[in-house]
Nanobody
């Protein structure tokens, strides 16, 4: 059974930084693309960033230049470094391992980690 466990969320002032981690078990991690999704209060879940098995990355326009996704295949872990945080970055962040050929949000999701950015 695939399990994703996020950590690293918290309360931070605007302009600050956080590093989220997602530990994955139950799958061949190195073969899978991984992503991070964000659900702001009273809004739908949205794509934030992704990384392929080969290390290619993609970002939502709203986080380009501020967030960096990375992975450590030896540790079965994907990271999201979040810099220059803004109040609109507040919400729950989910780690996602999607089904092959399916969209982000499909497949496996972690329980989420709360990020709160104060102004």
């Amino acid at each position: 059974q695939v399990q994703l466990v996020e950590s690293g969320g918290g309360l931070v002032q605007a302009g600050g930084s956080l590093r989220l981690s997602c530990a994955v078990s139950g799958s061949i991690f190195s073969r899978n693309a991984m992503g991070w999704l964000h659900q702001a209060p009273r809004k739908t879940r949205e794509f934030v960033a992704s990384i392929t098995s080969g290390g290619s990355t993609s970002y939502a326009d709203s986080v380009k230049g501020r967030f960096t996704i990375s992975r450590d295949n030896a540790k079965n872990t994907v990271y999201l470094q979040m810099n220059s945080l803004k109040p609109e970055d507040t919400g729950v962040y989910y780690c996602n391992q999607p089904y092959e050929y399916a969209g982000w949000g499909s497949g496996y999701l972690g329980q989420g980690t709360q990020v709160t950015v104060s102004s």
